[in-house]
């Protein structure tokens, strides 16, 4: 069978990876050793037997547990050079890598030393794997929008390092709605708008975030399925939805990856994309999620194509260069 071959050998985007679940146990326990932090685990098999989540808010219990290594900006690079370097064996040509700065600056380290310490490694794949890379940062949403707001104005000074905005942490209580007049204020400076719905929350939290901070993608949104009208909206505008098998998998959004419903959104004509999302946390990165997607599920070599297509499709690469890539 040669599917296998073809899904890791075709060239991708990656556009739902949090840069923060991409630490692997080694890294972190170089970095507590390196920065002398306690992280409460003395071995990567002890951090790794905690990797046992049942939702979401289990899993970012621990995945903000072990962003408190990160402390100068040569951290967020190592983090960020493993992690490209690791895409680029994947065969993915252009990431959209998410980052958290609130996670970082509540504990006292800079905006400065967690966006340069990015943008750097970004610059270097660049030259050094060949892989385009670029930054959105993400908003908190169990925080408040004040504190979003201190956030964004933290950043802009560093507004010409990242291409776009997003909205991520403890879905269910903390609707788009909260954050609004962000996502507007974003809109005005010209950055793109991405926000997580619909991955444990209702398909009511995809249409706010669709029509109330109006954004261009839906991160996960796998939720959608549940109302038809919903569907037909996804299709007929084509917004892509960032899906995240493995991720769905482990945090329990669906029983077992036979059950994910990834082949019946394609098959309703919605623009699907696959991605890692936490790839250190979820046991896997992007060859891992289409290889074991495509085992469980019985997608095929059309589907392959399309999702690869669908992956620059929904980038934020300008026309002209997608139009080298089709
Ligand atoms: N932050 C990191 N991964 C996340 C996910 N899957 N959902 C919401 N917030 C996250
Ligand atoms: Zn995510």
């Known amino acids: 069978d040669r599917l296998p071959e073809l ?11 949090h840069i923060e679940g991409t630490l692997e146990p080694e890294l972190i326990l170089a970095l ?23 939702d979401l808010q289990s899993f970012l219990d621990i995945y903000y547990a072990g962003a408190c290594v990160l402390r100068e900006a040569r951290d967020f690079e190592d983090m960020a050079r493993a992690y490209l370097e690791r895409a680029a064996a994947d065969n993915v040509v252009h990431a959209e890598i998410f980052f958290d700065p609130q996670t970082h600056t ?28 670029t930054l959105i940062l993400c908003f908190l949403r169990h925080l408040s929008e004040e504190e979003a707001f201190e956030t964004l104005e933290q950043a802009l000074p560093f507004r010409d390092k990242f291409i776009g905005i997003g909205l991520d942490s403890s879905e269910v209580g903390h609707p788009p709605e909260k954050f609004a007049r962000l996502f507007a204020r974003c809109r005005e400076l010209g950055l793109h708008l991405v926000a997580h719905a619909g991955e444990e929350g209702p398909p009511a939290y995809v249409w706010t975030a669709l029509n109330l901070l109006r954004v261009e993608r839906i991160d996960h949104g796998v939720q959608s399925a549940k109302d038809p009208m919903l569907m037909q909206r996804l299709a007929q505008d084509q917004i892509p939805l960032t ?17 994910h419903n990834i082949g019946r959104l394609l098959g309703a004509g919605l623009c699907v994309t696959v991605n890692s999302d936490d790839p250190a946390y979820f046991g896997g990165y992007m060859n891992d999620n289409f290889v074991q997607t495509f085992a469980a599920t019985g997608l095929g070599a059309r589907q392959a194509y399309q999702l690869a297509l669908n992956s620059f499709n929904a980038s934020f690469v300008s026309e002209r260069v997608k139009r080298n890539y089709g």
Do not use: W
């Open 243 to 259: 899906v995240c098998p493995l991720s769905n998998l482990k945090l329990k959004v669906f029983p077992d990856l036979a059950a």
């Open 32 to 54: 507590a050793r390196r920065n002398q932090v306690d992280v409460g685990y003395d071995s990567v098999e002890a951090l790794r037997q905690a990797y046992n989540f049942t």
């Open 106 to 133: 509540a504990r006292g380290v800079s905006m400065e030393k967690v966006i340069t310490g990015l943008h750097r490694a970004c610059e270097r794949a660049r030259d050094e794997q060949g892989v385009n890379a």
């Open 7 to 17: 899904l890791r050998r075709m060239p991708k985007a990656e556009l739902h990876v």
